[in-house]
């Protein structure tokens, strides 16, 4: 039995979330959350969220146990990108692009 959770359209870029993802991917929930914790920045606490809310879905939906959780399956594509343009000298604009990511993980109990 498997839970997901999915948090769409969070404003950090997926190249930056694919480094996190690919560090924990496989292992168990407890172990990425506390590995999470400490980590700096914005991009661990926007995974960790997304973990927990998997785990509290397979507790909550499925009666699984939090401690035997493991990720299966963790992958985040890309989402809208917010496009701005910015004046530049001699009558040119740059373009400002704010890229947005979907966050999908999937748990399952441990055997």
Do not use: C, W
């Not at 914790?37 to 926007?46: E, F, I, N, V, Y």
């Amino acid at each position: 039995m498997e839970a997901k959770a999915i948090a769409k359209y969070v404003g950090i870029s997926p190249q930056k979330l694919r480094l996190v993802a690919n560090n924990v991917r496989g292992r168990k929930v407890d172990e990425v959350l506390a590995m999470l914790r400490l980590a700096p920045g914005p991009t661990p606490r926007a995974i960790a969220k997304v973990i927990k809310s998997a785990a509290a879905n397979a507790e909550n939906n499925f009666q699984m146990s939090p401690t035997d959780l493991k990720i299966s399956r963790i992958f985040i594509d890309s989402g809208a990108t917010l496009k701005r343009y910015r004046p530049q000298a001699r009558g040119r604009s740059n373009p400002i692009l704010r890229h947005t990511s979907h966050i999908s993980v999937i748990v399952e109990e441990q055997e």
